[in-house]
């Protein structure tokens, strides 16, 4: 077998010359992104056999958004999952994943790694789609069906290598309300009690860590145990999976196989700054992808507010790389303008973690200058810094042309005080550093 010269081992040498193009993109030292690949707390997912833009995840870049897209046993409209691809991207996603579970599989992956972005996949699914049902996937499929991925360009695979008997003993002596709420997760269970046999993701991991190195594919270590309601944040499984994956991770890092680690689900807003920090010691600081965390259980239709929360929280507390949720999660497979919405929102949830991932972030020349221009009034300057100014624009516009927003009207305090004081105009110019 043809083992390539892997990225983490590549950074070990010296500085490459993509990492040093990613450093820039991150406004990064070049030399220190390398030390961070090679160390594993920055990982750059990207498939030698695809060229596209890169994103590089963890400790010092800025929190990258990632969108699921795919089709399903239900709706399978391989053009609408082309759309909401498009329109992820065209609203700020940093990487895309596939989750298609009806149709041509295969031919709807192509569609997606023909993209200009970084692109992951979870093959657990398809091999259910081929073998039938969850029960009659054995290693062999499993396997083959991983190395197609690598071989198509894949950038990142969802593994879920830490539902394992251990975690399955946990879920059984400590019974959650809601089970299982990973479909991988859930496949791996059926596959371990209807075969009486251990996870092969997990009992042949060196095996799984070779076909990863001869691709240089990056593992994203799916959370299979995370809780799916708040009633089952403390439960044992979630913590029991933490803990092998750690020593997963360790094993990849050992063998200069790129790995992140995928957590923590629903749970409460004061309990995961401790949970975001625990994985992170226990997996040698591996960069955190996570999905919300979603903060309470009572807001469908909202759900993409809730994941900002909790986002934005776990990004105050190291994680790394948010999972859009959309407002349709919990409700259906999510259209276009859910794409789009949800994606917004995890943009915006992203930029609050930078504000306060780096010493006074909050500082950076963007923030600084938005309030400068709306100490001005200047409504042209405010739109061109917001994250998502043709949005703005359409809302202060709906009530007609005016000097202040039409909330305040001839009240407005910006414009009396800036009157009190000769205070208009003085706010231009002023620069800070980023």
């Given at each position: 077998?043809?083992?390539?010269?892997?990225?983490?081992?590549?950074?070990?040498?010296?500085?490459?010359?993509?990492?040093?193009?990613?450093?820039?993109?991150?406004?990064?030292?070049?030399?220190r992104m390398a030390r961070l690949v090679a160390a594993g707390?920055?990982?750059?997912?990207?498939?030698p056999n695809r060229k596209h833009q890169q994103c590089a995840i963890g400790e010092?870049?800025?929190?990258?958004?990632?969108?699921?897209?795919?089709?399903?046993?239900?709706?399978?409209?391989?053009?609408?999952?082309?759309?909401k691809a498009q329109a992820a991207l065209d609203n700020g996603a940093d990487a895309l994943m596939d989750l298609s579970t009806g149709g041509d599989l295969v031919a709807i992956r192509k569609k997606m790694l023909a993209l200009d972005t970084t692109v992951g996949t979870v093959p657990v699914y398809e091999a259910v789609r081929r073998a039938g049902n969850a029960a009659?996937?054995?290693?062999?499929?499993?396997?083959?069906?991983?190395?197609?991925?690598?071989?198509?360009?894949?950038?990142?695979?969802?593994?879920?290598?830490?539902?394992?008997?251990?975690?399955?003993?946990?879920?059984?002596s400590d019974p959650r309300l809601m089970g299982v709420v990973s479909r991988g997760g859930s496949f791996h269970c059926a596959m371990m009690m209807q075969r009486d046999e251990e996870n092969p993701l997990y009992a042949e991991y060196d095996y799984l860590l070779e076909i990863l190195a001869e691709y240089d594919v990056t593992v994203s270590l799916g959370d299979g145990m995370r809780p799916g309601c708040l009633q089952d944040a403390e439960k044992l499984a979630k913590s029991v999976e933490y803990i092998t994956l750690g020593t997963l991770a360790k094993q990849a890092q050992a063998k200069s196989v790129q790995r992140m680690i995928e957590g923590p689900g629903h749970m409460p807003l004061d309990q995961i700054?401790?949970?975001?920090?625990?994985?992170?010691?226990?997996?040698?600081?591996?960069?955190?992808?996570?999905?919300?965390?979603?903060?309470?259980?009572?807001?469908?239709?909202?759900?993409?507010?809730?994941?900002a929360i909790g986002g934005a929280t776990a990004c105050?507390?190291?994680?790394?790389?948010?999972?859009?949720?959309?407002?349709?999660?919990?409700?259906?497979?999510?259209?276009?303008?859910?794409?789009?919405?949800?994606?917004r929102v995890a943009k915006i949830a992203a930029h609050v973690g930078d504000t306060v991932r780096k010493h006074e972030g909050w500082r950076m020349d963007r923030e600084v200058q938005m309030a400068e221009a709306r100490h001005e009034l200047?409504?042209?300057?405010?739109?061109?810094?917001?994250?998502?100014?043709?949005?703005?624009?359409?809302?202060?516009?709906?009530?007609?042309?005016?000097?202040?927003?039409?909330?305040?009207?001839?009240?407005?305090?910006?414009?009396?005080?800036n009157e009190l004081f000769g205070t208009a105009g003085k706010g231009k110019g002023k620069k800070t550093g980023k």
């Open positions: 077998m043809f083992l390539m010269d892997l990225l983490v081992s590549r950074c070990s040498r010296g500085v490459p010359e993509d990492v040093a193009a990613a450093a820039r993109a991150e406004g990064m030292d070049p030399a707390r920055i990982v750059i997912p990207v498939n010092g870049c800025t929190v990258k958004v990632n969108v699921n897209v795919g089709t399903s046993g239900t709706r399978c409209d391989a053009a609408m999952e082309e759309k009659d996937v054995d290693a062999d499929l499993l396997f083959k069906i991983i190395r197609e991925h690598c071989q198509q360009g894949v950038d990142f695979l969802t593994l879920h290598c830490g539902v394992n008997r251990q975690a399955l003993a946990a879920l059984r700054g401790y949970n975001v920090r625990m994985i992170k010691e226990i997996t040698d600081h591996a960069p955190l992808y996570l999905l919300g965390p979603l903060v309470t259980d009572i807001a469908p239709g909202y759900d993409h507010v809730v994941a105050l507390n190291g994680a790394d790389f948010l999972c859009m949720v959309s407002p349709s999660e919990h409700l259906a497979l999510p259209d276009v303008a859910d794409i789009i919405e949800g994606t200047d409504w042209d300057e405010q739109f061109r810094l917001a994250l998502y100014g043709d949005h703005a624009r359409k809302i202060h516009e709906r009530d007609g042309e005016t000097e202040t927003c039409s909330m305040c009207g001839d009240l407005c305090a910006v414009k009396m005080v």
